[in-house]
């Protein structure tokens, strides 16, 4: 079964300064695949107040996509992944996380905070990659949609020879 993991940006102050902030031109990670039983995409995010899916039609019009990688999971491991999103849909939103990050970014690291109820959307996408064995060395609640799209290029073809455990390349994206 495929999944698609992508990175967006919207025309919303607030896209506009995560894009400066983590030296992209997206601010928003997602996931997508294919209804078996329909014809159509669906997007599973963290935005606009919870985890949410959402029709790839509706999305797509209120956001731009800049980039997609595709990957592929056994059977077993797509039951597993989309029971996840069904359990954790409709958890609300953590905009204070994103304040953490900026904080902590800001202070070089000296400021550091625990995680909070809720999920942005890059912590959304690195708890389901990080069920799927993809290693990513900063605490999911840390994570910015730069640092999922760096560590999917590095692993996206590799996820049956995953070990779980972080190395130097996927900490080395100078986020």
């Known amino acids: 079964m495929k999944i698609i993991i992508g ?23 997602y996931v997508r695949w294919a209804l078996s039983s329909q014809v159509k ?18 999305f797509k019009l209120k956001n731009e996509i800049i980039e997609e990688i ?4 056994t059977q077993e491991q797509f039951k597993k992944f989309s029971s996840k999103c069904i359990d954790l849909a409709g958890i609300l939103y953590s905009t204070i996380e994103l304040l953490q990050i900026l904080i902590c970014d800001l202070s070089g690291g000296k400021i550091k905070f625990g995680d909070q109820p809720g999920y942005i959307c890059s912590e959304l996408i690195c708890d389901l990659l990080s069920d799927l064995g993809i290693p990513f060395c900063k605490p999911k609640y840390m994570m910015n949609p730069k640092d999922i ?16 455990t972080p190395n130097s390349s996927t900490c080395n994206n100078n986020t």
């Open 70 to 73: 595709e990957m592929e999971l």
């Open 7 to 29: 990175a967006s940006k919207n025309n919303k102050i607030g896209s506009k300064a995560i894009q400066w902030w983590i030296k992209a031109n997206y601010s928003h990670c």
């Open 149 to 164: 799209m760096h560590c999917l290029h590095i692993y996206k073809n590799n996820l049956s020879k995953l070990s779980g």
């Open 41 to 58: 995409d669906i997007v599973y995010q963290a935005a606009n107040g919870m985890v949410h899916f959402i029709s790839l039609e509706n």
